[in-house]
């Protein structure tokens, strides 16, 4: 079963960026008008198997809204420690962004997940990163 890449948006608000291993390339004053940018770095620990694809399950809490986002959306091969990706998020929404990222392996299954949280800053850039830990069964790392 193919599953779908395609974001689902934030109220069809919020919109992927960029998906890149030395850094997303914008400044503070890249920030395009009418938007919020929240970049995330991503760290990958020792022990977690290659990785083809993050799985971004944003929340924003004053909305109540949702999006699970996936980055890139074709796979390109390994991703590494370091990429990072960002969110584009129009100036009308704001509040504190709760984000849950999980690894998936060329096959589409997760093994590793990290979360994190930051308020977006309306009109501008905040930085925020994430370190993804392999998925454990048995209780002594993060579920999937």
């Given at each position: 079963m193919t599953?779908?890449?395609?974001?689902?948006?934030?109220?069809?608000?919020?919109?992927l960026?960029a998906?890149?291993?030395?850094g997303?390339?914008?400044?503070?004053?890249?920030?395009?008008?009418?938007?919020?940018?929240?970049?995330?770095?991503?760290?990958?620990?020792?022990?977690?198997?290659?990785?083809?694809?993050i799985?971004?399950?944003?929340?924003?809490?004053?909305?109540?809204?949702?999006?699970?986002?996936?980055?890139?959306?074709?796979?390109?091969?390994?991703?590494?420690?370091?990429?990072?990706?960002?969110?584009?998020?129009?100036?009308?929404?704001?509040?504190?962004?709760?984000?849950?990222?999980?690894?998936?392996?060329?096959?589409?299954?997760?093994?590793?997940?990290g979360?994190?949280q930051?308020?977006?800053q309306?009109g501008?850039?905040?930085?925020?990163?994430?370190t993804?830990?392999?998925?454990?069964?048995?209780?002594?790392?993060?579920?999937?």
């Open positions: 599953r779908m890449r395609t974001a689902r948006r934030l109220g069809a608000l919020l919109i960026l998906l890149a291993a030395d997303c390339g914008s400044t503070a004053d890249d920030v395009p008008e009418g938007q919020s940018v929240v970049v995330i770095h991503v760290n990958i620990e020792a022990g977690v198997q290659e990785l083809h694809q799985h971004v399950a944003a929340h924003l809490g004053s909305a109540g809204m949702d999006a699970d986002l996936y980055f890139p959306t074709t796979d390109m091969g390994p991703i590494q420690s370091g990429a990072t990706l960002a969110l584009l998020i129009p100036t009308t929404r704001m509040g504190l962004l709760d984000l849950v990222l999980f690894g998936l392996d060329a096959s589409q299954n997760p093994v590793a997940r979360n994190g930051t308020t977006i309306v501008g850039r905040v930085d925020t990163t994430i993804l830990s392999p998925c454990s069964s048995s209780g002594s790392g993060p579920g999937c």
